[in-house]
């Protein structure tokens, strides 16, 4: 049943459609509320395609990641240490951004 959830979350997170992306995000979220081990367990697999979703195209899924991130982030503490590299990185790109909403997140 895990393998199903995380199957499906990479899809979502990886999904051609930005409303399912969308949709992505706002799962990881639930999944780490409801299991915070299943994440863990699996963060380096799941962050590979969460980090993209930090440096979406479109502004609304970029906005949402960046506030799930920091949702998640007192949930996941000490887990997020093998992702923190790139998540450094990604959310410092966005510190960069004319975008208030993403700034602000």
């Known amino acids: 049943e ?37 994440i863990s367990t699996n963060i380096v697999q799941i962050f590979d395609a969460f980090v993209l979703r930090l440096q979406d195209c479109n502004k609304k899924v970029n906005q949402k990641a960046l506030e799930v991130l ?6 996941l503490r000490d887990a997020l ?13 966005n510190l960069n951004s004319k975008h208030l909403g993403i700034y602000a997140a």
Request: hydrophobic content about 45%; overall charge negative; some cysteine.
């Open 2 to 38: 895990e393998t199903e959830q995380l199957q499906d979350l990479h899809k979502l997170l990886t999904a051609k459609d930005f409303q399912t992306r969308m949709e992505g995000v706002l799962l990881l979220l639930d999944h780490c509320k409801s299991n915070p081990q299943l």
């Open 70 to 75: 920091a949702s998640m982030t007192p949930i």
């Open 81 to 93: 240490h093998p992702v923190l590299a790139a998540l450094v990185a990604a959310v410092t790109e």
